[in-house]
């Protein structure tokens, strides 16, 4: 695609639950970065990879929070045992090369966790 | 502690009228900034990026201005329209550090009126 997309677009869940969002990065971008963004706030750093590697994962909050990308292309960011404060738009990019190169962002994911 | 600080954090101008945002950092080493257009509900856009060397970039009616000595980035809108309104991030990429961790100002929320 032209983009880089997301899916769910909006996903509601109930506490404790597990959920899975998916991104899929611009074709041939090897860098991946997610994001977490509350209301009104910028994004927050989460994880990055570096084709199928994790580079960085200092951004994950805690162990509830995993992500993978197993071919080096599409990403998933997994959350087990949902709480209410995971409530927030996940945010999905992608760039060429790390570092300077720009990001690409996707649309978010908007999670609900009631 | 490596930080981006965005004022004002919301503004209201008439459409037409021209309007400035600033963005402080104390982000060092410096690699980068880069001024980000967010809509609502969508991921950021890239509008312009700035190395250490550059003091100035335009695009379109954006023009950013860098003073890598004050670490002191603007953002002026000139002749805004009502679609200029969304939220404006300030993002400062380091050296040395993980190449994934940007560091994301909170933003300036544009709301421009007829």
């Known amino acids: 695609g032209a983009g880089v997309s997301q899916t769910p677009s909006n996903k509601v869940t109930e506490k404790g639950k597990y959920v899975e969002l998916r991104c899929d990065p611009i074709s041939g971008h090897t860098a991946l970065y997610w994001y977490r963004q509350s209301l009104g706030q910028g994004p927050e750093f989460l994880i990055y990879f570096q084709g199928t590697g994790a580079a960085d994962d200092s951004g994950l909050p805690n162990d509830r929070f995993f992500a993978v990308r197993p071919e080096g292309s599409v990403s998933t960011l997994k959350i087990q045992r949902t709480e209410r404060g995971d409530s927030a738009v996940y945010l999905c990019?992608?760039?060429?090369?790390?570092?300077?190169?720009?990001?690409?962002f996707g649309p978010g994911t908007r999670l609900t966790v009631l | 502690k490596n930080q981006v600080e965005q004022s004002p954090q919301s503004l209201i101008i008439l459409e037409g009228k021209n309007c400035t945002l600033q963005?402080?950092?104390?982000?060092?080493?410096?690699?980068?900034l880069r001024w980000y257009k967010q809509d609502t509900g969508r991921g950021p856009v890239s509008l312009t990026i700035m190395t250490f060397s550059e003091n100035t970039k335009s695009n379109g009616r954006y023009t950013a201005t860098l003073d890598a000595d004050t670490k002191q980035s603007s953002l002026h809108i000139t002749a805004s329209q009502l679609s200029d309104s969304a939220s404006y991030i300030c993002v400062v990429t380091s050296y040395g550090g993980s190449q994934g961790n940007l560091i994301f100002g909170k933003g300036t929320k544009l709301s421009v009126k007829p």
């Open positions: 963005c402080n950092y104390t982000v060092s080493p410096f690699s980068n």
């Open positions: 990019a992608s760039s060429y090369d790390p570092g300077v190169n720009e990001q690409f």
